[in-house]
Protein backbone atom coordinates (compact mmCIF):
# COMPACT_ATOMS: atom_id res chain seq x y z
CA UNK A 1 0.00 0.00 0.00
CA UNK A 2 3.10 2.38 1.10
CA UNK A 3 4.88 1.58 -2.16
CA UNK A 4 1.75 2.26 -4.01
CA UNK A 5 0.86 5.36 -2.87
CA UNK A 6 4.67 6.54 -2.71
CA UNK A 7 4.62 5.58 -6.37
CA UNK A 8 1.29 7.44 -7.33
CA UNK A 9 3.20 10.43 -5.75
CA UNK A 10 6.25 10.65 -7.32
CA UNK A 11 4.10 9.99 -10.89
CA UNK A 12 2.04 13.07 -9.90
CA UNK A 13 5.27 15.11 -8.64
CA UNK A 14 7.41 14.44 -12.27
CA UNK A 15 5.41 13.68 -14.84
CA UNK A 16 6.48 12.24 -17.98
CA UNK A 17 9.82 10.49 -15.42
CA UNK A 18 10.07 6.94 -15.70
CA UNK A 19 10.90 4.37 -13.00
CA UNK A 20 8.53 5.14 -9.84
CA UNK A 21 6.44 1.93 -10.28
CA UNK A 22 5.64 0.30 -6.42
CA UNK A 23 7.69 -2.60 -7.67
CA UNK A 24 10.87 -0.42 -8.65
CA UNK A 25 10.46 1.82 -5.43
CA UNK A 26 10.86 -1.81 -3.18
CA UNK A 27 13.78 -2.55 -5.48
CA UNK A 28 15.33 0.59 -5.04
CA UNK A 29 14.65 0.33 -0.94
CA UNK A 30 15.87 -3.44 -0.86
CA UNK A 31 19.06 -2.43 -3.35
CA UNK A 32 19.22 0.39 -0.04
CA UNK A 33 19.31 -2.63 2.45
CA UNK A 34 21.41 -5.03 0.54
CA UNK A 35 24.72 -2.44 -0.62
CA UNK A 36 24.89 0.19 2.23
CA UNK A 37 27.03 -1.18 4.30
CA UNK A 38 28.95 -2.74 1.63
CA UNK A 39 31.85 -0.38 0.93
CA UNK A 40 33.54 -2.96 -1.70
CA UNK A 41 30.44 -3.49 -3.72
CA UNK A 42 29.18 -0.06 -3.73
CA UNK A 43 32.27 1.10 -6.30
CA UNK A 44 30.65 -1.91 -8.32
CA UNK A 45 27.36 -1.32 -8.90
CA UNK A 46 27.27 2.61 -10.15
CA UNK A 47 29.41 0.77 -13.44
CA UNK A 48 26.34 -1.27 -14.44
CA UNK A 49 22.47 -0.67 -15.30
CA UNK A 50 19.92 -0.32 -12.53
CA UNK A 51 18.50 -3.38 -14.90
CA UNK A 52 21.67 -5.61 -14.46
CA UNK A 53 22.07 -4.37 -10.38
CA UNK A 54 18.44 -5.22 -9.57
CA UNK A 55 19.18 -9.06 -11.25
CA UNK A 56 21.93 -9.66 -9.46
CA UNK A 57 20.73 -8.20 -6.13
CA UNK A 58 17.40 -10.45 -6.76
CA UNK A 59 19.51 -13.84 -7.60
CA UNK A 60 22.81 -13.64 -5.84
CA UNK A 61 22.43 -13.54 -2.15
CA UNK A 62 26.40 -14.09 -1.53
CA UNK A 63 28.14 -11.17 -1.34
CA UNK A 64 31.48 -12.69 -3.68
CA UNK A 65 28.98 -13.90 -5.73
CA UNK A 66 27.49 -10.58 -6.41
CA UNK A 67 30.89 -9.18 -6.72
CA UNK A 68 31.66 -11.99 -9.45
CA UNK A 69 28.83 -11.19 -11.20
CA UNK A 70 29.13 -7.54 -11.16
CA UNK A 71 32.80 -7.34 -12.48
CA UNK A 72 32.49 -9.84 -14.95
CA UNK A 73 29.01 -8.04 -16.09
CA UNK A 74 31.11 -5.08 -16.95
CA UNK A 75 34.42 -6.32 -18.24
CA UNK A 76 32.60 -8.30 -20.88
CA UNK A 77 29.55 -5.78 -21.40
CA UNK A 78 26.69 -8.97 -20.84
CA UNK A 79 23.40 -7.75 -21.70
CA UNK A 80 20.67 -8.59 -19.54
CA UNK A 81 19.65 -11.65 -20.84
CA UNK A 82 23.19 -13.19 -21.29
CA UNK A 83 23.95 -12.22 -17.54
CA UNK A 84 20.93 -14.02 -17.02
CA UNK A 85 22.20 -17.15 -18.41
CA UNK A 86 25.58 -16.70 -16.50
CA UNK A 87 23.77 -16.84 -13.45
CA UNK A 88 21.47 -19.79 -14.41
CA UNK A 89 24.60 -21.71 -16.02
CA UNK A 90 26.34 -21.35 -12.57
CA UNK A 91 29.38 -19.48 -14.05
CA UNK A 92 30.11 -18.30 -10.58
CA UNK A 93 30.18 -21.43 -8.74
CA UNK A 94 32.17 -23.17 -11.99
CA UNK A 95 34.57 -20.71 -12.21
CA UNK A 96 35.53 -20.56 -9.11
CA UNK A 97 34.96 -24.34 -7.59
CA UNK A 98 38.60 -24.69 -9.44
CA UNK A 99 40.41 -22.59 -7.03
CA UNK A 100 40.96 -23.58 -3.41
CA UNK A 101 40.10 -20.84 -0.74
CA UNK A 102 43.08 -19.99 1.54
CA UNK A 103 42.52 -20.26 5.44
CA UNK A 104 43.21 -17.57 7.21
CA UNK A 105 42.82 -15.21 4.25
CA UNK A 106 39.92 -12.90 3.74
CA UNK A 107 37.84 -14.31 0.85
CA UNK A 108 38.50 -12.83 -2.50
CA UNK A 109 35.80 -13.60 -5.14
CA UNK A 110 37.28 -15.47 -8.24
CA UNK A 111 38.18 -13.83 -11.48
CA UNK A 112 39.33 -10.48 -10.14
CA UNK A 113 42.76 -10.81 -10.63
Not at 25 to 38: D, I, T
Not at 55 to 77: A, H, P, W
Request: proline share 4%; aromatic share 12%.
Amino acid sequence: MVGEQLSKELQLEFPGAKGYSAQNLWYMRQFYLEFARQENLQPLVGEISWTKNVVIMSKCKDNLQREFYLRMTKKYGWTKDVLIHQIGNKSYENTCSTKPLSTGHSRKPCGTG
